[in-house]
């Protein structure tokens, strides 16, 4: 099956081809450790999961890298300001590994949380310092870089194309606009490969380099990470739209300056998820996390359902009443499918389909709309179920494992449903009734069919 991909390098949806048949290596621009992560940068880790999924269902293997910046991104894009970390340290009264690894654990146990299988390698910025500071060797012997006071940076005049990604020359460029205004630097465009470490006082991340003591800029251990486990030009890179501007010309330009080859040949952005018409975001109190969901009573495979709805592409809202009608559209899912026959001989007619669909950039709205179409369709529930199982592949809604969940009644609704088989037997209505009362109120759902009693627990 022919994949199309809508490519922000070429600004086209193209034919997908990997490099090597058979195989690609993609790679995710993972999260900076120093905060929870809100659900809009969630969003990016779920979309790509469902490209990863979708992919290997084509029979291709993904080699799959993700990286953790724990040292480098600044609070300001232009190279200035605190290092996100050490500033989160600084304010919990901890030092900056401690906050990387007790955030990232966080952010492992979000991905599981969601269904999102692991990348090949999960990989910590600080633990590739040595080949980071190689890497920016071969750009200053290339005479890609010139220094600062506080830095290392990298001359965007030097490279033709710099910027093609963005279309940055069609960026407002005024000073002050784009980035903070820097009197050092060569063009605005310029940026940080190699921070020196403030002479006057010690970080907690800071390590022994040619230039002294100091830490790599936060777009480096993207171009490092992608070659040291894909190789110079790889397949797909893919990362939130906020990269666009900035964090990906940026790693584009040094590997390119290093390699003289292009980096990526696919670059995939996801929009952002909104909440009240904003970004998410502390200070105006619309930013919403996993955690936030949970507490909310709402399950984690819930947003994925939500995030499902709306092509990658396109910005989505937020809002508690969408999660909730979200939540109960899942639930009508489980609720239809725990009652079908055990999975038998799937439907390649709607596979087809659905693969067409998410063989379109990825048109989730669409494959939802196909796993409905074979709920409702007059076909044996054994060739339904096998079939939404398949597409559940792709989707990632854990549909086998919620069925399950559904029809596993705790003891004392056990119980309660063998009084009401009986009461019913005994044609005592009334008793019948009120044990029903009795087993919703536990959140079970009895159903009176030609075959008899039948009871649901649905949790999401
Ligand atoms: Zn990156």
Not at 201 to 227: A, I, Q, Y
Request: glycine share 6%; aromatic share 10%; with cysteine.
């Amino acid at each position: 099956m022919k994949i199309y991909l809508n490519n922000s390098l070429t600004k086209k949806k193209e034919e997908f081809k990997p490099i090597k048949k058979g195989k690609l290596g993609l790679y995710t621009c993972g999260p900076t450790v120093y905060g929870y992560p809100h659900i809009g940068n969630l969003r990016a880790y779920l979309v790509w999961d469902i490209l990863k999924r979708f992919l290997v269902s084509q029979g291709l293997k993904v080699t799959h890298i993700m990286n953790a910046t724990d040292v480098g991104h600044l609070s300001s894009d232009a190279d200035s300001g605190e290092d996100k970390l050490e500033k989160a340290a600084k304010k919990e009264g901890k030092n900056a590994w401690e906050i990387a690894k007790f955030f990232i654990e966080v952010f492992k146990g979000n991905l599981k949380d969601l269904n999102i299988l692991e990348p090949s390698k999960f990989v910590r910025a600080t633990d590739t310092i040595k080949e980071q500071i190689k890497f920016v060797q071969i750009l200053e012997e290339k005479g890609f870089l010139y220094k600062t006071s506080d830095g290392l940076y990298f001359d965007t005049s030097k490279l033709a194309n710099y910027g093609q990604l963005a279309n940055i020359q069609n960026i407002d460029l005024q000073e002050g606009a784009r980035v903070e205004k820097n009197p050092e630097k060569k063009n605005i465009t310029d940026f940080a490969v190699w921070k020196f470490s403030p002479k006057d006082s010690k970080r907690d991340m800071e390590w022994d380099s040619p230039w002294g003591m100091g830490f790599p800029g936060w777009h480096l251990e993207c171009s490092v990470m992608s070659r040291m486990y894909l190789g110079d030009t790889f397949d797909i890179h893919t990362g939130g739209i906020d990269h666009l501007p900035i964090h990906h010309p940026n790693e584009m330009a040094q590997s390119e300056a290093v390699t003289g080859k292009l980096q990526a040949n696919y670059w995939l952005h996801n929009e952002f998820i909104r909440f009240k018409d904003a970004k998410m975001s502390k200070s105006a109190g619309t930013f919403i996390t996993l955690d936030d969901l949970k507490e909310k009573s709402f399950s984690p495979l819930a947003l994925r359902y939500f995030v499902l709805q709306t092509h990658y592409r396109k910005g989505m809202n937020f809002s508690w009443e969408a999660m909730k009608s979200t939540k109960a559209g899942l639930e009508n899912i489980v609720r239809e499918i725990a009652f079908y026959d055990k999975p038998k001989k799937i439907s390649i007619e709607l596979v087809e389909k659905f693969n067409q669909a998410m063989a379109d950039d990825l048109n989730t709205a669409q494959g939802l709309a196909i796993l409905q179409e074979t709920l409702d369709l007059d076909l044996p529930t054994a060739t339904k179920l096998a079939t939404i199982y398949k597409m559940d592949e792709v989707l990632g809604l854990d549909l086998a494992n919620l069925r399950k969940r559904a029809l596993q009644m705790p003891i004392s609704a056990k119980k309660l449903l063998e009084q009401r088989s009986e009461a019913r037997n005994n044609k005592d209505w009334t008793k019948a009734d009120d044990l029903r009362d009795q087993l919703q109120e536990m959140g079970v759902e009895v159903l009176d069919t030609v075959d008899g009693q039948k009871a649901v627990k649905i949790e999401l």
